[in-house]
């Protein structure tokens, strides 16, 4: 049975203090029973510390905002997956559309940092999705069936269970424009009906994915009741206590 996960990614925002704070406010307001799986996704420099105040709770976890695609070595400012790994961390976020934007991560290296994470233990959290030229232009579909396949369908049924998808409409992303819960539920099960084909009905019903598009305690309800939608991968609203909580509130 597929879990349902809220991932907040504070990409780069918060300091220390403010991140812990976040934290402790969370935990408060949240419940241990709600059968949410809650991620965290903190700037690596507070990613041993969160994952530490996470650690007696089954239902939070974290999650480090990439790793590199080399193992080890000689590059500076890099983060390997053997170091997140050794944290106790649980996921990692891959292929975000940010990354793929500013820091032209192409499908092949997210193959070879999908295979590194995997190596190392660590479960990911494999983002992929549109622009608006591509939606306009009716690729969409193709497009994000090649992210998947390029990336994640060489791996086997059992290294595929370490796989969350999250779908990111690139043109809802900070825009404050939403995809509707209709649209986000399309490209659900499109995704869902592409792993049946790759794997079978038993993997793609079992693979939690989740919306990534400015998902907000005003929409949360809506877009979670869909059948396909396990969960979202959420920014800025991930950032205040409240609004979070929210969000993970509303299934």
């Given at each position: 049975?597929r879990?349902n996960i809220?991932?907040?990614?504070?990409?780069?925002n918060?300091?220390?203090?403010?991140g812990?704070k976040l934290v402790?406010e969370?935990?408060s307001l949240?419940?241990t029973?709600?059968?949410?799986e809650?991620?965290?996704?903190?700037?690596?420099l507070?990613l041993?510390?969160?994952?530490?105040?996470?650690?007696?709770?089954?239902?939070?976890?974290t999650?480090?905002?990439?790793?590199?695609?080399?193992?080890?070595?000689?590059?500076?400012?890099e983060?390997s997956?053997?170091?997140?790994?050794?944290?106790?961390?649980?996921?990692?976020?891959l292929?975000?559309s940010?990354r793929?934007?500013y820091?032209n991560?192409t499908?092949?290296?997210?193959?070879?940092k999908?295979?590194?994470?995997?190596?190392n233990?660590?479960?990911i959290?494999?983002?992929?999705?549109e622009?608006l030229?591509?939606?306009?232009?009716?690729v969409h579909f193709?497009?994000?069936?090649q992210q998947l396949?390029?990336s994640?369908?060489?791996?086997?049924?059992?290294?595929?269970?370490?796989?969350?998808i999250a779908?990111?409409?690139?043109w809802a992303?900070?825009?404050g424009?939403?995809?509707?819960?209709?649209?986000a539920?399309?490209?659900h099960?499109?995704v869902?009906?592409v792993?049946?084909?790759?794997?079978?009905?038993n993997?793609?019903?079992?693979t939690?994915?989740?919306?990534g598009?400015?998902?907000n305690?005003?929409?949360a309800k809506?877009?979670?009741?869909?059948?396909?939608?396990?969960?979202?991968l959420?920014?800025?609203a991930s950032?205040n206590?409240?609004n979070f909580?929210r969000?993970?509130?509303s299934?």
């Amino acid at each position: 049975m597929r879990k349902n996960i809220v991932v907040g990614n504070w990409k780069m925002n918060l300091n220390r203090e403010e991140g812990i704070k976040l934290v402790e406010e969370v935990i408060s307001l949240v419940s241990t029973d709600n059968n949410v799986e809650v991620v965290f996704s903190p700037s690596f420099l507070y990613l041993h510390k969160v994952n530490k105040m996470c650690a007696n709770y089954n239902l939070l976890q974290t999650a480090s905002q990439n790793i590199s695609h080399n193992e080890r070595g000689a590059f500076t400012g890099e983060v390997s997956s053997q170091m997140v790994n050794s944290l106790n961390v649980k996921y990692t976020i891959l292929g975000h559309s940010e990354r793929r934007e500013y820091f032209n991560e192409t499908n092949i290296e997210l193959k070879q940092k999908v295979d590194l994470s995997l190596k190392n233990n660590l479960e990911i959290i494999f983002c992929c999705g549109e622009s608006l030229n591509q939606r306009e232009s009716g690729v969409h579909f193709d497009w994000i069936k090649q992210q998947l396949t390029e990336s994640v369908f060489h791996l086997t049924e059992k290294e595929f269970e370490k796989i969350v998808i999250a779908y990111e409409p690139i043109w809802a992303i900070g825009t404050g424009v939403t995809a509707s819960s209709d649209q986000a539920e399309e490209i659900h099960q499109f995704v869902r009906n592409v792993i049946t084909e790759k794997y079978n009905e038993n993997i793609a019903e079992n693979t939690s994915i989740l919306y990534g598009g400015s998902c907000n305690p005003t929409n949360a309800k809506e877009l979670f009741s869909k059948k396909n939608i396990d969960g979202g991968l959420i920014g800025g609203a991930s950032l205040n206590a409240e609004n979070f909580t929210r969000i993970i509130k509303s299934f």
